[in-house]
Nanobody
Framework: QVHLVESGGGLVQAGGSLRLSCAASGRAFSSYAMGWFRQAPGKEREFVAAISWSAGSTHYANSVKGRFTISRDNAKNTVYLQMNSLKPEDTAVYYC??????????????????????WGQGTQVTVSS
């Protein structure tokens, strides 16, 4: 059973930065991708960013492109989300997700929550104006 633990959330002023971490443990296989999603109160969970574990290809939601950067440390089984130029609309609970070994060649593979088998408990990010 894969266990994901997020950290790094908090309260920051608009224009500030935060770095989220997601440490994975308990893997008995190689995962294909890891992603970050977020959910604001009263809204559906939405895709933020994803990275393929082996090749390191990255994918971003249009709303965060140019401000957020996803990266990975294979040796530490950890994925990071560097968030710069934060806006009040970035306020949400941020979830880390692991796809496990499954993959399909669909255009929405990285962006749909259905591609991810394992989820962390979430970390709150609050951006004040």
């Amino acid at each position: 059973q894969v266990h994901l633990v997020e950290s790094g959330g908090g309260l920051v002023q608009a224009g500030g930065s935060l770095r989220l971490s997601c440490a994975a443990s308990g893997r008995a296989f190689s995962s294909y991708a890891m992603g970050w999603f977020r959910q604001a109160p009263g809204k559906e969970r939405e895709f933020v960013a994803a990275i393929s574990w082996s090749a390191g290809s990255t994918h971003y939601a249009n709303s965060v492109k140019g401000r957020f950067t996803i990266s990975r440390d294979n040796a530490k089984n950890t994925v990071y989300l560097q968030m710069n130029s934060l806006k009040p609309e970035d306020t949400a609970v941020y979830y880390c997700a692991d796809s496990g070994p499954k993959y399909y060649s669909g255009s929405d593979y990285y962006t749909t929550p259905l591609s991810y088998a394992y989820w962390g408990q979430g970390t709150q990010v609050t951006v004040s104006s």
